[in-house]
């Protein structure tokens, strides 16, 4: 025996039994040690929101949500300023921008749109880079799974129940015969106000609007109060982000809220922003298909204020 076998420092599980001796040896026994193992410290829990359907596992928080209304807070600031610049520079002063209903509405798109363009590369940015991740399918949009439903039926089916929608909205904002004149008419007032308008409200604000509400805001919010409530809430704010266009309408306020809420619950239901976009983008298409019909091809327009 060794003097290992009386040390009380060093674990018995750390010696190595005897090796047996050689036949016809007259060696003693001879007993090893091994070196004491290496203790692996165990591995950090994983992230809380890998405890989720794969559809709400987005890696940012509360956190990252009120960081994004500060840069869209402070965007829409350094946008406009930069913008008065530009317009100046072709001769549209602010005297003329706050004389001129087609100045203005043209300066509230292009405003719109760089600030709708800049959210969308933050976004990409912020996932690419601090995240490591693939930016379209980690902010929602994955595949649409129909099951043995053919993908096309599915897809048009969800077209026209935009379609649907945005007729059933159309007839209950008639009825509700709101004498207020809302924002949002201003930009109806010439055809290339109202031509920017449909081209932006079709090809970018369902992109931009999807990718935020459906895909950055809701799964935080469903994470934080459930699916339901999630849903509300994430469509509320998008029907409130349009109150300002359709301030003094309070009943078009409300059914946009309506809608907002219907596209997060398909979003929610299939699991993927591709739904909703597909109803937004049909709600908004029948819309102007409705303005051009009425207005005979961007022919009349209501006179100027």
């Known amino acids: 025996m060794t003097s290992d076998d009386n040390n009380p420092l060093l674990p018995e599980s750390f010696l190595e039994p005897s090796a047996p001796s050689s036949a016809g040896s007259a060696a003693p026994e001879m007993q090893t040690s091994i070196p004491p193992r290496l203790i692996v410290p165990h591995e950090p829990p994983p992230p809380a929101y890998l405890r989720y359907p794969e559809d709400l596992r987005a890696p940012w928080g ?12 402070l965007g829409t600031f350094l946008i406009s300023i930069v913008l008065v610049g530009v317009f100046a520079a072709f001769g549209m002063t602010p005297t003329v921008l ?14 719109q749109a760089v600030l709708s363009l800049g959210l969308l590369g933050y976004l990409a940015l912020q996932i690419r880079v601090r995240f490591h991740s693939p930016f379209w399918r980690t902010i929602g949009w994955r595949p649409l799974h129909t099951g043995a439903v053919p993908r096309r039926v599915v897809y048009l089916g ?7 929608l945005s007729l059933l909205v159309q007839v209950a904002s008639a009825a509700l015969q709101t004498k207020a004149k809302l924002p949002i008419q201003e930009y109806f007032q010439d055809p290339h106000s109202a031509l920017l308008l449909m081209l932006m409200s079709i ?24 699916v339901g409530a999630g849903v509300v809430i994430t469509g509320t704010l998008f029907g409130l982000l349009h109150a300002p266009q359709l301030w003094g309408g309070w009943g078009q306020i409300l059914l946009l809220i309506g809608v907002g809420i219907i596209f997060t619950a398909a979003r929610a239901i299939s699991r993927t922003v591709v739904a909703s976009y597909l109803l937004h983008v049909s709600y908004n298409s029948f ?17 100027n204020p």
């Open 158 to 164: 969800l077209v026209l129940c935009g379609f649907g």
């Open 287 to 303: 819309l102007f298909i409705a303005f051009l019909v009425a207005s005979h091809g961007l022919r009349q327009f209501p006179p």
């Open 98 to 111: 706050q004389k001129s209903t087609n100045a203005k509405s043209l300066f509230l798109i292009v405003n």
């Open 203 to 226: 090809l970018l604000a369902p992109l931009v609007e999807e990718t935020i509400f459906r895909g950055y805001i809701y799964p935080v919010l469903a994470r934080s109060f459930g």
């Open 62 to 73: 509360w956190f990252d949500l009120l960081l994004l209304v500060a840069i869209a807070l």
